[in-house]
């Protein structure tokens, strides 16, 4: 029954942009070519690999407000790429018949015969296109960026409890890491129908001495295992294969292989074969088999590594498989894709994860657009695993409406994370709670589902659009849930406790002057976030307001702005905490948190094809705690961060 009402939500989701065909949208110009620059994308959950509408820059609760422009297309679908599959016809007798335009589902616009744009033109990652040199040879484009990242931080003593010292200060060793990544794609290989990409990054981060500070006497204790930093999938230097693939370009038929990410069935990664036969402009099959990395695995290293199932303490292998088959559909005002998914490991039966999953994007009116993203589980615990769906109201130029809803659970915890809390060294031994001896590292983890709905409206006022008003409201709710612990103290029997719900309602405004005083672009915003009920989402209440600046350099080569912020955080938890705590559901923290934060960016193109970003970021945090009672010495923090890029 699950299943049937799984496979029946995604095709009533699809179904609506299916039926409802008509102008094909543009592609985003933004950053083609370049990848995504963050480390989030490893997650198979993670959406389509399409944005389905740019954000609005100015509106942190606005998420998803449509193009910026007034040319009411807006639809940041994949670049279809032209394949001349037709012969034209004796117009005198017949009509020419059309030319078949296959979409691109690569997820890079592979085109290189385009016209760049005006808005194009001086965006710095953006493709090239053919020359008299290239046409008949292989066009080679991409980029090499070299990122460095520092944190640091100081403070005073801790303080006494109990009539001891409680270690020597807050001093945290600094944390830094180097990264290098290359991306390049290579098109019409030697004139031909093959295309390649290679997507590659490495990391280097810092080992902190092993050593932590004993309470009383103020001597360092030397531990036997490595300080890691939290960096990737285990704190170590990282490896990371993004993407290494050769595509066959034929006329409806394209074939794939190598590593490469499924944008259109949840965005998987696999190293294997995918197939895209296009049976039409509008409508594409894909399929694809292959292995499947490590989700979260950021390095060759941990891509294919040995995991244990938690709930048996068995070594599941090193590998699992994966396959899928699905559609993509384009029209006029509509595009998407549908289809499904099995993860099978090779070594463990009846641990098979099947999902199906649609994403797509509708613009029902020039004025209003509808998307959506669902991945639904139809084995390994059925269940919405990841729900979203929006709107985009633009009924003038200067006034933008949204409203959302987003449900996620945790399948990342549940599927991933859980692997790696339990010790190989205790395989087959009861797990005790603490202070028994043995660290309880895990526990039963149940998809626990978090839900937001978030609406929000932006209004541009005055001459050229000055001043920039938006408001936002978010409701966010957990439900409740049993906590299964392996066993109670003193006994071999399990135990559950209940986690009750918790709902929090998050306020967001901003104001920006976009031309004030001598140029400046000014603006603040503030958001408070407070519980609805007894238990905040979270278990804490926050606070923070923030005031900043900006203005083009005179050079007009880059721009600076700087900020100034102030946040805070107060646990809502008054019982006893740490090793005192009477029950699992008390032992949270106990503590109020306010940090003040002062820096700022800058962006300079250094040349054409070289680019730079750096900031620097200054904070204090002021921490007090409830149990026991006190307040630690302030710590203070130096944030700081460099990127150049450089393209070819």
């Known amino acids: ?96 018949s059309e030319e ?114 004993s309470p009383g006497a103020g001597t360092n204790i030397t531990t036997s295992q490595p300080n890691l930093v939290q960096s990737g999938l285990t704190g170590q230097n990282e490896y990371d294969l993004r993407e290494l693939w050769l595509i066959r370009n034929g006329d409806q038929t394209d074939v794939i292989l190598g590593r490469q990410y499924i944008p259109d069935l949840g965005a998987v990664k696999i190293d294997g074969l995918r197939i895209d036969y296009a049976s039409s402009p509008k409508l594409t099959y894909l399929g694809f088999a292959g292995l499947y990395p490590l989700r979260g695995s950021r390095s060759l290293d941990t891509d294919y590594t040995n995991v244990v199932d938690p709930s048996t303490n068995q070594n599941d292998g090193r590998f699992t498989g994966a396959g899928g088959f699905g559609a993509a559909y384009r029209t006029q005002q509509a595009y998407g894709s549908f289809g499904g998914v099995a993860l099978v490991p090779f070594a463990v039966t009846g641990d098979t994860r099947l999902f199906a999953t649609s994403t797509g994007y509708w613009r029902i009116n020039p004025q209003l657009d509808f998307y959506h993203f669902a991945l639904l589980d139809i084995a390994h615990d059925a269940g919405i695993t990841n729900l979203s769906a929006g709107l985009n109201y633009k009924p003038t130029q200067r006034l933008r409406l949204t409203a959302s809803y987003n449900r996620v659970d945790t399948d990342t915890i549940d599927i991933q994370a859980a692997q790696f809390f339990t010790n190989p060294a205790t395989a087959g031994a009861t797990a005790q709670l603490p202070n028994t001896g043995i660290a309880l590292n895990e526990i039963y983890i149940a998809h626990i589902a978090t839900n937001e709905a978030r609406g929000s409206i932006s209004a541009a006022l005055g001459n ?9 409201a978010a409701y966010k709710q957990r439900p409740d849930f049993t906590l299964d612990l392996t066993s109670a103290p003193g006994s071999g029997s399990p135990t559950g406790v209940p986690i009750e719900a918790a709902s929090s309602v998050e306020i967001y405004a901003s104001f920006i002057d976009r031309y004030s005083i001598k140029d400046l672009r000014l603006g603040v915003d503030a958001e408070d976030q407070f519980p609805i009920g007894a238990t905040p989402y979270d278990r804490v209440k926050t606070y923070s307001l923030r005031a900043f600046a900006s203005h083009e350099l005179a050079s007009g080569k880059g721009e600076w702005e700087a900020d100034l912020s102030y946040s805070a955080a107060n646990d809502t938890n008054d019982a006893t905490v740490g090793i005192n705590c009477a029950t699992v559901a008390s032992c949270y923290g106990a503590s109020t948190n306010g940090v003040i934060s002062l820096g700022g960016t800058l962006y300079y193109r250094l040349t054409r094809d070289v680019f730079m970003i750096a900031s620097a970021y200054l904070q204090r945090t002021s921490i007090s705690v409830t149990s ?21």
């Open 100 to 213: 078949m335009h296959k979409q691109d589902l690569t997820g890079h616009d592979m085109a290189t015969n385009k016209k760049t744009t005006a808005e194009e033109k001086d965006r710095f990652f953006v493709d090239k296109v053919d020359t008299d040199k290239t046409k008949d040879g292989t066009l080679v484009q991409g980029s090499l960026t070299l990122s460095a990242f520092l944190y640091t931080e100081s403070g005073g003593g801790y303080g006494t409890a109990n009539g001891q010292t409680i270690g020597n200060d807050t001093t945290a060793p600094p944390v830094y890491w180097t990264d290098l990544r290359l991306q390049t794609d290579f098109r019409h290989i030697g004139g031909g129908r093959w295309d390649g990409r290679v997507d590659f990054r490495t990391r280097f981060v810092n080992t902190p001495a092993n050593d932590i500070d």
């Open 1 to 96: 029954m699950k299943r049937a009402l799984a496979v029946g939500l995604v095709l009533v989701i699809a179904a609506p942009a299916l039926a409802n065909p008509p102008p094909k949208s543009k592609a985003s110009a933004a950053k083609k070519g370049s990848g995504d620059d963050d480390d989030d994308d490893d997650d198979d959950d993670a959406g389509s690999g399409r944005k389905f509408s740019k954000a609005n820059a100015d509106a942190k609760g606005a998420s998803a407000t449509g193009d910026d422009d007034d040319d009411g297309d807006d639809d940041a679908g994949t670049t279809t790429k032209s394949k001349a599959g037709s012969a034209a016809a004796d117009s005198t007798t017949t009509q020419p």
């Open 628 to 648: 026991p009672a006190g307040t630690d010495a302030p710590i203070d923090g130096l944030t700081g961060f460099f990127r150049i890029a450089y393209r070819f």
């Open 464 to 472: 050229n659009e000055r001043f920039q008003l938006t408001a936002a």
